[in-house]
């Protein structure tokens, strides 16, 4: 084999889109065409994206209820000097997908591991979200065990970075409900929902507004879902601001009326805002 791939004994872990199949690099295209083989997360789905690009390279299927046995099959084929490509069903591999054995494997033996960059549900997610993302952490999918997933979320509840997770659509409702039971309301979160794809939708909202959203439209809850989370600190508005808002309000506005408004401009909440002003007329 000619190009890059054909260097012998290469595993070279290959992006694939998440969506929009002109998301793919030409690199990607490429490598794909010219390795021995390509291990794929679900063989059917992937001879999808082959077609559509002409690639009639071999495909194994690799997954994560095989992983354990097919790794050692695909180290022989690389110690024998082929080349593979590991793919997943969208995206970067190994994020939320298997293949981490199969990289710890190959790089244990002197092998060398290539990353042929591109589409990832999670940049893609964080580009949009308008969170920071200076730091952030991703989890993943949160357990599905309802109380598993509540401990879960209690301890991200004190992190300061903003949060990505996954969630597949026949559990978002109670994980948006689990998350504003235990987060609150009003922690602004983000859902990204079809990234690239037709019927992509973003929503930018406090939790207790995506939660009714989501159990109002049931188109909402079909797709693929990045979940982004407010950090703790991001999420807490400064409530002396808030107050001094509300000091100002006074001048022409009745209490209630007032602390209303000074949420809103602050993102605090209107419970909160009213009964600290209350106590401070007490003082």
Known sequence: MAGEAGKSAILFVVATPIGNLEDITYRAVRVLSEVDVIAAEDTRHSAVLL?????????VAFHEHN?????????ERLKSGQSIALISDAGTPLISDPGYRLVQAVREQGLPVSPVPGPSAVT???SVCGLPTDRFVFEGFLPARAAARRQRIEGLAAEPRTVVLFESPHRIRECLADLEAVLGSDRRAVLARELTKRFETILDAPLGELALAVVADEDQRRGEFVLLLA????????????????????EALPLAQAATLAARITGS???RVYRRAIARRGE
């Open 231 to 250: 950090g703790a600190d991001a999420a807490a508005p400064d409530e002396d601001e808030a107050q001094r808002i509300v000091d100002i309000l006074l």
């Open 51 to 59: 077609r559509h690009f002409g690639i009639a390279t071999p495909v």
């Open 67 to 75: 992983e354990r046995q097919t790794t050692p099959r695909l180290l």
């Open 124 to 126: 893609a997610a964080l």
């Open 269 to 271: 909440t209107r419970n």
